[in-house]
């Protein structure tokens, strides 16, 4: 898997379970932090990804858990892609 969640941040969606699945499948690859964002700017998930511009987070989970963004780090700072 080209990302892995390592955070729900918004508590209707918490599910320990996709938490521990993506756990597993971490790898020493995944090193992009990222974080997704619903239209108010509410951030709901943060992750990692092994390619730092990958819209496979949003296009996988994000859009049915409703966001709309999603930002990586870049020098300290998350930038929306």
Same mark, same amino acid.
């Given at each position: ?26 790898? $020493? ?14 951030? /709901?998930? *943060?992750?990692?990804?092994? #390619?730092?511009?990958?819209? $496979? ?14 930002? /990586?780090? *870049?020098?300290?700072?998350? #930038?929306?892609?």
């Amino acid at each position: 898997m080209n990302f892995v969640i390592t955070k729900i941040v918004e508590n209707s969606l918490k599910d320990d379970e996709l938490i521990k699945r993506h756990s597993t499948l971490k790898t $020493d690859k995944h090193k992009f932090p990222f974080r997704m964002y619903d239209d108010d700017r509410e951030l /709901y998930f *943060e992750g990692l990804s092994k #390619v730092n511009n990958s819209f $496979d987070p949003l296009d996988e989970i994000g859009y049915s858990a409703g966001c709309t963004e999603i930002h /990586y780090l *870049e020098k300290g700072k998350y #930038v929306r892609l």
